[in-house]
């Protein structure tokens, strides 16, 4: 059988960025792996919620197929899957532990896991619950790719028997985060899905200085948030902003806010797709702390990190101009020296040509 150098991705969603984080982060990865020349192929499971909200139904990077159940399409790829450099499953995909045990069955030069969700998959294992990977496969991957770095990586090799992690942070595609011409219309922005265990934090850190500060303007993007949050008449609401506007909505904040999911902020070195794409943009960061963050960006100088409203109020209040440009631009420069979709790719390339290519089910 004559051996290929495609990548074939099982992902939870490329074609539609509603609800979720994934589908921003395997852009800029495979827009990154086409400009190095890699072939992907990549498979997503069919979901009323993501077809009926697809903001990217033909990518231009890749090949997107969508499926209904893992027999179908792991049959009709049986050939292909066999042939490819690699086949790498994402977190989060709809029945993953069978997909996982399909995989492993067949005669695959190499298996790989993609860990978007590193820190709550750990807390999820840790618990009993094995939504999309149980706790017995995560020996069986040739590497574990995890969105987390640090001491992470130690704890898959010791507590779990990943056989190869490795850190494959999220990354930003440069050409569509920018700094551009905008109007200026507030003070202090947030974007992202609602989450129980966010929620704190987007309450200390946005919603109370809202209130503390009435004459300035704030602003929540994203979708379910529930219906019965008290928002402060200052802060406007956005349901859903598709991905060829957040460089707009970046740009059009004084300072935009980073807040961490519990699991996260716990392990650290997790740093989000959403911080990235600020640094972009060029807008100054105020950030929840967690482990890591000042070694990608150090603080007062890169980002700001807030504990209380009071962080927050102050650096509204205080910070002039020039301080807060100079910020931003530290952030860019850093984030586009090393966390672009392309530098991202070559990580990703460099990564699998140190794995044995083995057959999965060995």
């Not at 499953?89 to 190499?110: E, K, N, T, W």
Request: contains cysteine.
């Amino acid at each position: 059988m004559t051996q290929s150098d495609e990548i074939i991705i099982f992902g939870l969603s490329l074609s539609s960025s509603w609800g979720n984080g994934h589908a921003t982060t395997f852009r800029a990865l495979l827009r990154g792996l086409r400009a190095e020349g890699r072939r992907v192929l990549f498979l997503e499971r069919r979901r009323p919620w993501y077809l009926d909200n697809q903001d990217l139904p033909h990518p231009d990077f890749c090949e997107l197929e969508f499926y209904d159940d893992v027999a179908q399409v792991t049959a009709r790829h049986a050939d292909r899957l066999a042939r490819a450099e690699t086949v790498i499953v994402g977190s989060y995909v709809p029945d993953g532990q069978v997909l996982i045990d399909a995989l492993h069955r067949m005669p695959l030069r190499q298996l790989c896991f993609y860990d978007i969700d590193t820190p709550v998959t750990l807390d999820l294992l840790a618990r009993g619950e094995e939504q999309y990977l149980a706790r017995r496969q995560v020996p069986v991957f040739d590497c574990y790719l995890s969105f987390s770095g640090g001491r992470v990586l130690d704890r898959l090799r010791e507590d779990w028997g990943a056989r190869n992690p490795v850190a494959l942070y999220c990354s930003v595609d440069e050409a569509a985060y920018r700094p551009m011409d905008v109007p200026m219309r507030w003070d202090l922005g947030y974007l992202g899905t609602y989450s129980p265990d966010r929620q704190s934090g987007l309450e200390a850190l946005l919603i109370e200085p809202a209130r503390h500060l009435p004459h300035m303007r704030f602003v929540v993007a994203g979708s379910m948030f529930p219906d019965d949050i008290d928002w402060p008449t200052n802060v406007d609401r956005i349901d859903h902003l598709p991905p060829e506007r957040h460089a707009a909505f970046y740009n059009a904040q004084r300072f935009t806010l980073n807040i961490t999911r519990a699991a996260m902020r716990a392990l650290g070195w997790s740093p989000s797709v959403r911080l990235f794409e600020a640094a972009a943009c060029g807008t100054p960061i105020i950030s929840d702390r967690w482990p890591g963050l000042t070694e990608l960006l150090p603080d007062g100088q890169a980002v700001i990190l807030a504990d209380t409203t009071a962080d927050v109020v102050a650096a509204l209040t205080d910070m002039d101009a020039q301080r807060r440009q100079a910020m931003a631009e530290r952030a860019r420069a850093i984030i586009l020296k090393g966390h672009t979709g392309r530098a991202r790719a070559c990580d990703l390339i460099q990564a699998l040509s140190r794995q044995p290519h083995l057959t999965a089910g060995d």
